[in-house]
Antibody
Framework: QVQLQQSGPGLVKPSQTLSLTCAIS??????????WNWVRQSPSRGLEWLGR?????????DYAVSMKSRITIIPDTSKNQISLQLNSVTPEDTAVYYC???????WGQGTLVTVSS | QAVVTQEPSLTVSPGGTVTLTCGSS?????????ANWLQQKPGQVPRALIF???NKHSWTPTRFLGSLLGDKAALTLSGAQPEDEADYYC?????????FGGGTKLTVL
C-alpha cells in the first residue's frame, strides 16, 4: 500500500504562495500507472479536487477549471515526492489540503492551511 | 466546470437498503465518467470505496455496490450497518479533470 506523508506550513499570508509537499513511499512518483492528486476540504466548499500530475512518457497535469490560473503540481523524482503550489491565496483558500493516489485509495494525513495576515 | 449533484442527506434503517446517486450537469453519467465513491467519517480522511463505476477496493465491504442507474451513477448499500453512517462523496471524470459532488450525509437510524 502506498503511503503519503505531507509537509508544509499551516499559515500563509494573503497574496502569497501556498506550498505543500507529499512524500511518496511504496511507489514511484514517475510510475507509468500512477497519478497524484491534490484535494482540499473546507466546511463551505466540501471536497474539492484541485489537480493531478502523472508520467506517461512525459509529465502531464490536469487542473480544476477554477484553479487553473493559480495552481502548479510539480514532481520531484530525486526525492520521490509531489508538490502543490497555489499562488495569490486569499482567505477563501483556507482548507485542509490532501494529496491522494490515482484512485484516491491512499491519502496523506491532511494539512490545515489557514490564509491570514 | 461541470457540477456534480448528490442527495444532501438520506436515512436508512439498520439492515435496510439505500441508493445514493450522483448526477452531472452535463447530462447522462456514463462509464466514461469513471465514477468513484468515497466515504468519510467525522475527523477522518476520506476512504475510497468504489472506482471506475463499479470496481471495489480490497477493503470495500461487499454490501456496497457501484453502478449506473438511469442517467446517474449510483452507490447501493444493502444491509446497512451502524458503522456505515458517514458522508459519501462521488467523483466524476471529465476529460482529465475530476469534480466532486457535494456529498450525501447518510444516517443509519
Amino acid at each position: 500500500q502506498v503511503q503519503l506523508q505531507q509537509s508544509g506550513p499551516g499559515l500563509v499570508k494573503p497574496s502569497q504562495t501556498l506550498s505543500l509537499t507529499c512524500a511518496i513511499s511504496g511507489d514511484s512518483v514517475s510510475s507509468s500507472s500512477a497519478a497524484w492528486n491534490w484535494v482540499r476540504q473546507s466546511p463551505s466548499r466540501g471536497l474539492e479536487w484541485l489537480g493531478r500530475a502523472y508520467y506517461r512518457s512525459r509529465w502531464q497535469s490536469d487542473y480544476a477549471v477554477s484553479m487553473k490560473s493559480r495552481i502548479t503540481i510539480i514532481p520531484d523524482t530525486s526525492k520521490n515526492q509531489i508538490s502543490l503550489q497555489l499562488n495569490s491565496v486569499t482567505p477563501e483558500d483556507t482548507a485542509v489540503y490532501y494529496c491522494a493516489s490515482r484512485y484516491h485509495d491512499s491519502w496523506g494525513q491532511g494539512t490545515l492551511v489557514t490564509v491570514s495576515s | 466546470q461541470a457540477v456534480v449533484t448528490q442527495e444532501p442527506s438520506l436515512t436508512v434503517s439498520p439492515g435496510g437498503t439505500v441508493t445514493l446517486t450522483c448526477g452531472s450537469s452535463t447530462g447522462i453519467v456514463t462509464s466514461g465518467h469513471y465514477a468513484n465513491w468515497l466515504q468519510q467519517k467525522p475527523g477522518q480522511v476520506p476512504r475510497a470505496l468504489i472506482f471506475d463505476t463499479s470496481n471495489k477496493h480490497s477493503w470495500t465491504p461487499t454490501r456496497f455496490l457501484g453502478s449506473l442507474l438511469g442517467d446517474k451513477a449510483a452507490l447501493t448499500l444493502s444491509g446497512a450497518q451502524p458503522e456505515d453512517e458517514a458522508d459519501y462523496y462521488c467523483l466524476l471524470f471529465y476529460s482529465g479533470v475530476r469534480v466532486f459532488g457535494g456529498g450525501t450525509k447518510l444516517t443509519v437510524l
